[in-house]
């Protein structure tokens, strides 16, 4: 089946593209969320005013995506977990974390652009790196603390 995407798709091709996918694929996800069109004779027409809508958006969406990266390269975020031993931390800090206390800071950033390989499992700074824009990737420091009553008490304990 082809597509015409509508939306840059994470290893399947960007805004604009005529791509050749599975049946499945194409008519399970991709049509009903919106993210591709059928490449029929009639939309390939319409793909080349998308083209041109597309590049003006995209620059537009750059413009907006740099500004964003600087004001959040300044941000630093704290996060204060429970400790065990080695400094290990009782849970994690997630992409999702993150992304609510950016949200709490005032900038509203899907989870999924919050490029953590992993959660962080143990204290220490972090440079998360956030994708932005397809061009535009941002790095946020994030502080991760052990809860200080709990380690105290566990070092006068010893």
Do not use: C, W
């Not at 005013?49 to 958006?57: D, E, I, N, P, T």
């Not at 919050?114 to 994030?142: A, C, D, F, N, W």
């Amino acid at each position: 089946m082809e597509v015409i995407l509508k939306e840059d798709v994470n290893k399947l091709g960007h805004r604009g593209d005529v791509v050749k996918v599975a049946d499945g694929y194409g008519r399970n996800y991709l049509l009903p969320e919106k993210l591709a069109i059928e490449a029929t004779l009639a939309n390939k027409a319409v793909i080349e005013q998308m083209k041109a809508s597309a590049v003006r958006k995209s620059a537009k969406e750059k413009t907006g995506a740099e500004q964003l990266a600087t004001q959040l390269s300044e941000v630093e975020l704290v996060f204060e977990r429970k400790v065990g031993e080695n400094e290990h931390l009782f849970g994690s800090v997630t992409s999702g974390d993150i992304a609510q206390q950016l949200e709490q800071k005032g900038f509203n950033i899907d989870r999924r652009k919050i490029s953590l390989e992993e959660p962080l499992k143990t204290i220490g700074e972090y440079h998360v790196p956030v994708k932005l824009h397809r061009e535009v990737t941002s790095h946020i420091k994030v502080t991760v603390k052990g809860d200080q009553p709990e380690a105290e008490a566990a070092t006068a304990t010893a």
